[in-house]
């Protein structure tokens, strides 16, 4: 049988969680300190611009010339 997660690793994980939240905040904080900048962008918009070329991809052969 599967033992039942104890109280002390629920703790574990919420600790783990929280300092990489921190760091992260941390991290955001000395990248706007040294004039980093952030952009929002509108949800549905994508960063992808070019959109023709080719949709697959060759492995193991030689482009032809």
Do not use: C, W
Request: no cysteine; proline share 5%; aromatic share 2%.
């Amino acid at each position: 049988m599967a033992k039942k997660a104890s109280s002390a690793n629920k703790r574990g994980k919420e600790t783990v969680s929280t300092e990489s939240r921190e760091a992260i905040e941390a991290q955001i904080q000395a990248f706007l300190a040294s004039g980093g900048e952030i952009e929002q962008v509108p949800k549905g918009v994508s960063g992808q611009t070019n959109t023709s070329g080719p949709k697959h991809i060759t492995l193991g052969k030689k482009p032809r010339a």
